[in-house]
C-alpha cells in the first residue's frame, strides 16, 4: 500500500480500532449538552445540536432546537451515520478479527462513505442554519462540533483503506512471499 512499507496484519486490528474511535468521537458529539456553538465571550449564550442557552451567571433561558425542522434533520442524520457505522463497525470485526473475509471490506467501505455523506452534510447544515436563525455577534463552533468532524475525518480514512486493502489480499493473510532487497558489493 505505501511504499515504505506497511504491515498489513496490523491493519487487521487497526482499522476497526479507528472505526472504535469514530463511534466514540461520534457519540461525544450528539451527547454533548453544550460545545456546538459559543458565543464570543462564551458567557451569554451556547448551543449543543439538541437546545440552545441563553443568559447570565446561573440564569439560563433554554429553548429546544428540535422546533427547527433543520435541527431534526440535522440530529436524523447524525444519529442514522452513528447507526450506520455502528453496523460497519461490527462486521469490520467480524471481516478482519474473528476470520479473514476480504470480499466484506468493499461493502463496509461503501457503508463507511454513506456515513461520511450523511455526516458532512449535517455538519454543513447546522452552522448555515443557525447563523440564520442567530444574527447577532460572533460565534465560534467548539469541541462538540469538532468532535462530530473528528469522526467524519476518520471516517473518510477508513473507508479509503477498506476500499484498498482488498488489493492486498495475501500480505492481509501472511501468504505474501517475503521480498529481500539485496545488493551484491
Not at 450528539?30 to 462564551?42: C, Q
Not at 442514522?80 to 468493499?106: D, R
Not at 447577532?136 to 479509503?160: K, N, P, Q, R, V
Request: proline letters at 3%; a negative charge; one cysteine or more.
Amino acid at each position: 500500500m505505501f511504499r515504505c512499507g506497511i504491515a498489513y496484519p496490523r491493519c487487521r486490528w487497526i482499522v476497526p480500532l479507528l472505526l472504535l474511535f469514530a463511534i466514540i468521537f461520534d457519540i461525544i458529539a450528539i451527547a454533548a449538552t453544550s460545545g456546538w456553538v459559543e458565543d464570543e465571550d462564551a458567557k451569554s449564550h451556547y448551543a449543543s445540536m439538541w437546545e440552545q442557552c441563553r443568559g447570565r451567571n446561573d440564569q439560563w433561558d433554554c429553548k429546544s432546537l428540535m422546533d427547527f425542522a433543520w435541527a431534526k434533520a440535522v440530529a436524523a442524520l447524525m444519529i442514522i451515520g452513528l447507526l450506520i457505522l455502528i453496523v460497519a463497525f461490527i462486521i469490520s470485526c467480524v471481516a478482519l478479527c474473528c476470520t479473514l473475509n476480504i470480499q466484506m471490506l468493499p461493502f463496509i467501505g461503501v457503508l463507511l462513505i454513506v456515513v461520511v455523506i450523511l455526516q458532512i452534510i449535517a455538519l454543513i447544515i447546522y452552522p448555515v442554519k443557525f447563523n440564520e436563525l442567530i444574527f447577532e455577534g460572533h460565534y465560534y463552533y467548539t469541541w462538540a462540533y469538532g468532535f462530530g468532524w473528528g469522526a467524519t475525518i476518520l471516517c473518510i480514512g477508513c473507508a479509503i483503506l477498506f476500499c484498498c486493502l482488498p488489493r492486498y489480499e495475501d500480505e492481509l493473510s501472511d501468504l505474501a512471499k517475503t521480498k529481500y532487497i539485496y545488493t551484491s558489493a
